[in-house]
């Protein structure tokens, strides 16, 4: 197979060279410059209900081989996140066996995990500061006692709650208490979940910042770092700047993060991304070259993959985890494209069409010829002819094969008659529809 057939918008398809798959190498020691988390999904069984509002019915094999297959590339979990579908599918019974089962694989492989720690068992939509706080700990603790680090993420009870900035500082200093080691801070901003606006005090960004900045100053022992995901680049070069120098900021700018994981001469982002469980090859090799002193290397390595993301991740941003799972199924890392509560069907063909292309150009297909093969299928089962794509192409290499058949023979060049009888060679070539060995997928 030598071919990709795309779908554009209006239904119409095209063809595209397929890339063959980057040469990456998987570290021999742990990365240093920068580190690095990738917010993993979970896979649902192929078979399970998977209708909106029904429990989630895991495929335990396929989630935790995919976090054995982030961990191999050196790059830590993060784990029971929005990415892995809270609030959009992940029901509490199975946000707590998640946080339980990864823990004790990071614990057997060695690898650095966090996990989530929200308000969204409870199911009453609002509720009072202290049974916030209550909230909180209760997960807090099922973390801890799991041996997971802790992401404190900002809940949508507590945004109902507060009514002033001093809510935020109580809450959070309550909470904050109760943890037994350093934590990272998460502000979700309102393209990942509406329902957040205003969180941390006011909807305008520098007052928000300045209590933030606030409670992490407060609780200084308590606080590893802050993960920002406003995807608003200078927003969060300026919290950056004034973070006490026992915090970390963990870009969860899944649109600008190139430039802000490479930094400036004031500093870096560490990284807490979505993006990252598509790109983990891609993410560790990148870093491989900032440990190596190689900037231009990081640079075109992960440079690519930018544009990439801000497909997966373009609005409605919060059904960007159907671009993650999309990708995970077309690298072979689970059999099928099924989601918790059926999210696998929240965007077009023609969404994840350039969702291939994009990957395809970027180096994020770690199994070309599988992706496309399984982008076919998806394509056919849609009643796509994904042969009219491949036969226009053929047709159109014949074309120009002629012409330039007509043009040598009006020569006297022979190099000219060479050239030509490769056009047509190269218009005989294998097309899209060409099969692929699916014997070796796994489970």
């Known amino acids: 197979m030598t071919s990709l057939t ?16 980057p040469a990456f190498q ?12 990738a917010a993993a999904h979970v896979v649902p069984k192929a078979y399970a209900d998977n209708t ?26 993060a784990d029971a996140m929005d990415t892995a579908q809270r609030n959009m599918g992940l029901d509490a019974s199975a946000t707590r066996e998640l946080i339980s089962r990864s823990a004790a694989e990071a614990a057997s492989a060695g690898g650095r995990l966090v996990v989530g720690v929200n308000t969204d068992h409870i199911e009453d939509e609002s509720i009072g500061l202290d049974e916030v706080v209550e909230a909180y700990t209760r997960q807090l603790h099922h973390a801890e006692d799991a041996g997971a680090g802790v992401v404190l993420m900002a809940s949508r009870h507590l945004a109902r709650a507060a009514r002033t900035a001093d809510d935020y500082r109580r809450v959070y200093r309550e909470v904050l208490a109760a943890a037994g080691a350093p934590v990272i801070l998460h502000w979700l901003g309102t393209a990942f979940d509406p329902a957040l606006a205003g969180y941390f005090g006011s909807e305008d960004t520098d007052a928000a910042s300045s209590t933030l900045l606030q409670i992490i100053e407060y609780n200084r022992d308590k606080v590893a770092g802050v993960k920002m995901s406003l995807l608003d680049a200078d927003a969060e070069v300026s919290v950056r700047r004034r973070l006490p120098e026992t915090a970390r900021m963990f870009t969860g700018d899944d649109y600008h993060y190139v430039g802000l994981i490479e930094g400036d001469e004031h500093g870096h982002s560490d990284a807490l991304l979505g993006a990252f469980a598509g790109l983990a090859p891609n993410a560790s090799a990148a870093i491989q070259s900032l440990d190596a002193g190689d900037a231009a290397g990081y640079r075109a390595v992960l440079g690519p993959t930018e544009a990439l993301s801000q ?26 494209f099924q989601m918790v509560g059926g999210l696998h069907a929240a965007r077009s063909l023609p969404h994840l069409s350039r969702i291939v292309e ?17 982008w076919h299928e998806l394509l056919t089962v849609n009643g796509i002819d994904v042969t009219a794509a491949a036969a226009g192409s053929a047709t159109g290499a014949a074309t120009d094969a002629s012409a330039d058949d007509a043009a040598a023979d009006a020569s006297t060049d022979g190099t000219a008659r060479e050239n030509a009888a490769d056009g047509a060679q190269r218009a005989a070539a294998p ?5 692929v060995d699916l014997s070796e997928v796994p489970a």
Do not use: M
């Open 311 to 336: 497909q997966v991740f373009a609005a409605p941003t919060y059904y960007y985890k159907t671009g993650v799972a999309f990708l995970s199924w077309l690298n072979g890392h689970q059999r099928a």
């Open 431 to 435: 097309t899209a529809t060409d099969p």
């Open 6 to 21: 795309l779908l554009g918008a209006d239904g119409g398809v095209a063809s595209a060279a397929l890339n063959p798959a």
């Open 26 to 37: 998987k570290p021999r020691r742990p990365l240093e410059r920068r580190v690095a988390y």
């Open 52 to 77: 909106p509002g029904s429990p989630a019915d895991i495929d335990w094999d396929a989630t935790l081989a995919f976090r054995h297959h982030v961990w191999s590339w050196g790059l830590g979990v």
């Open 358 to 374: 994009l990957a395809n150009a970027s180096g994020a297909l770690e199994r070309p010829e599988l992706a496309a093969a399984r």
